[in-house]
């Protein structure tokens, strides 16, 4: 997702500055990763380019949320030792269509 204008007012939007944002994978990896955020020159508004495989706010893999709405991924499927607790999995199931867009 590489956007270039506002999703707000349209207007260009130019690189602000860069921030690290830690990301949780399946089997306890934690990665950093890069996130350019970037600033529209007509109303100020702050916007993040987010890679096309995290979800906004998430701290999973695309994957694993995917696996979790989808139903293939539960507390108890082996192999996600790190996974999400049940708590959050309800959170994601309720914000489904919203995650999906
Ligand atoms: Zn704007």
């Known amino acids: 997702m590489n956007e270039t ?20 994978t399946k089997g306890r990896v934690t990665k950093w990763i890069v996130i350019r955020r970037v600033r529209c ?18 701290q999973y893999e695309a994957e694993v949320v995917r696996g979790v709405l989808e139903g293939f991924i539960t507390p108890e499927t082996m192999g996600y030792e790190d996974y999400p607790c049940e708590m959050t999995m309800l959170q994601w ?6 995650l999906l867009l």
């Open 5 to 24: 204008v506002c999703p707000k007012c349209g207007g260009r939007l130019k690189l602000y500055d860069k921030v690290k944002r830690i990301v949780r």
């Open 41 to 58: 020159q007509i109303c100020g508004r702050i916007h993040r380019e987010l890679p096309e495989d995290i979800f906004p706010y998430k």
């Open 93 to 98: 199931k309720a914000q489904k269509t919203q």
